[in-house]
């Protein structure tokens, strides 16, 4: 699954450790998660859109 994960915290100039912290993850989940060896899940992904503020489907996509 593809996703804007990275994109997003970097408009924000957060570091992949406070976006763990805000989503009560660890570090290398979000990494895993940003480089797409590791699809979260569905509650994740939406504490993941409330933070952003954003659908689901504006930051996941499967690429197709």
Known sequence: MNNRLKVLRAERNWSQAELAGRLDVSRQAVNAIETGKHDPSLPLAF?????FNMPIEEIFHDGQ
């Open 47 to 51: 504490r993941i859109a409330r933070l």
